[in-house]
């Protein structure tokens, strides 16, 4: 019990003396900082070796103590040297080069190098450092025969595969930032081929880690995984599903962000914001959120209006129903008012002129209607319609135009209008479209035309209040 005590006691002065000696020879220690900062990785370790290492050896030496505790504490000392120039070397870069390079960032006219600062990629590169030092410095901390210098050579190697791991990410996320910065709109997603990029890394990252923690060759464990490919496959089917289709979609450009898709399976109707490798992110007009497996879009059908967008016109198809009782041959009366009708005056003087003409070539009686040709009030009404609608400011004439009959129905006649108006926003073509069916309501009367509707209470309470009472009452 008594020599525990003794020892414990000389273990206590072996610590004090080593704290002494550090407090002595902190100017050594700052001009090794100055050279480990200054100098290459080779000459700070030569600079260790032939500068301290040897006066600290021989100052433990001389302490008055056993030559295990003398090399415990030489090990100690270094370690602790070691670790402290490897935190006070990254220090000093992060706290001076990656201002610098920060800096400069900011000040430059480029954009693209915006997206490296915002996910962190300089600093991350800055964890090789103290891992760099400990790699070089690791013959000297122990023997390099002893299982204490293999197991730290495993821990450095396992400290690089990680912090490559971290920094391929972070390159790859800022990659495709920039990739959207310069693409803003119409581009291709990248999303696809960065994720498959991340999962291959991350993959063999974790089976290198495991190689180099175990001390095994990596290719081996590559051989295992493959002769469990069909467990592998079950586990990550759904990746490999997304991975295939993303790669899919992306290169045959059906989906892009940006895109306005409609899929009612999954009731999604709205932007693309995201295409990735698991799922394509849809913001629906309502501001909800729809996620869609990415090989959803392989496997089932959806519609993109990217076509409508870059055509530069949005189509207005819609029908008006004309009750058929309402339509007869235009009189003399009606042409001449129709006449002083500025979108008409041009075409009726001239279809005026085809029909007189034409029933005078085949000796027409003028004296009944059903002979020969006559002008309807639904056929001027048309007439109206493609001259109106060709001269209005918001119709895209140089694509599809036309005023058409549809099959008449029990409904009524429908005339439909399949244009282009020359303004894709939304709100923008709505009301494009209610200004002209608003117009179009409101001048069917003068063609002597009524819309077809259903009879409502009002019909029938005016219907009662018109019938007489047979009683008389």
């Not at 959207?180 to 063999?204: E, M, P, Q, W």
């Not at 409609?262 to 490798?277: F, H, N, Q, T």
């Not at 209006?305 to 949005?314: L, P």
Request: proline residues 4%; neutral net charge.
């Amino acid at each position: 019990m008594f020599s525990k005590i003794i020892h414990l006691y000389e273990l206590f002065e072996i610590l004090e003396i080593l704290v002494q000696f550090l407090f002595l020879t902190q100017p050594a220690i700052v001009a090794l900082l100055y050279i480990a900062i200054e100098s290459t990785p080779t000459k700070i370790f030569k600079a260790i070796n032939m500068q301290y290492i040897d006066t600290l050896l021989q100052f433990i030496k001389e302490l008055p103590t056993s030559q295990a505790y003398a090399t415990m504490t030489l090990n100690i000392s270094i370690f602790i040297l070691i670790l402290l120039i490897g935190w006070t070397a990254t220090k000093a870069v992060r706290s001076i080069l990656i201002p610098r390079i920060t800096t400069y960032i900011h000040n430059s006219n480029y954009q693209w190098d915006d997206p490296l600062l915002t996910h962190n990629f300089f600093e991350k590169l800055t964890w090789f450092v103290p891992i760099a030092i400990f790699h070089l410095a690791k013959d000297i901390i122990f023997p390099p025969e002893s299982w204490l210098a293999n197991l730290l050579g495993r821990f450095i190697l396992s400290g690089f595969i990680i912090c490559s791991i971290f920094c391929i990410s972070s390159l790859l996320n800022a990659m495709y930032d920039i990739h959207r910065h310069f693409n803003k709109k119409y581009v291709r997603s990248i999303r696809g081929y960065l994720d498959a990029i991340k999962i291959v890394t991350y993959s063999c990252g974790i089976i290198f880690l495991f190689a180099a923690l175990t001390d095994r060759s990596p290719w081996g464990i590559f051989s295992i995984l493959g002769g469990v490919t069909a467990v592998t496959m079950l586990i990550f089917k759904d990746t490999i599903l997304g991975f295939v289709a993303s790669i899919q979609l992306t290169g045959t450009d059906m989906v892009r962000p940006g895109d306005w898709i409609e899929m009612p399976k999954y009731d999604a109707d709205g932007d693309v914001i995201d295409v990735s490798i698991h799922s394509v992110i849809v913001r629906n007009w309502d501001k909800t959120i729809t996620t869609i497996p990415t090989y959803a879009l392989i496997s089932n059908s959806f519609k993109n209006w990217r076509g409508m967008t870059e055509s530069g016109g949005r189509r207005i198809k819609r029908a008006i129903y004309i009750d058929m009782n309402s339509i007869r041959f235009a009189t003399e009366e009606e042409l001449q008012k129709f006449s002083k009708i500025t979108l008409l005056k041009k075409y009726l003087k001239n279809k005026q002129e085809e029909i007189e003409l034409d029933n005078k070539e085949k000796k027409i009686d003028n004296l009944i209607p059903i002979n020969g040709r006559r002008q309807t009030n639904i056929g001027i009404f048309r007439a109206y319609l493609e001259n109106y609608l060709k001269n209005h400011p918001k119709i895209h004439t140089n694509m599809t135009f036309l005023i058409r009959h549809l099959a008449p129905t029990e409904k009524g006649l429908p005339i439909e209008l399949y244009i282009f108006s020359n303004d894709q926003i939304w709100a923008n073509y709505e009301a494009i479209q209610a200004d002209i069916f608003d117009h179009i309501f409101a001048i069917l009367p003068e063609f002597s035309l009524r819309v077809f509707q259903n009879p409502s209470g009002y019909d029938f309470r005016q219907l009662h209040h018109n019938t007489p009472d047979p009683e008389g009452t």
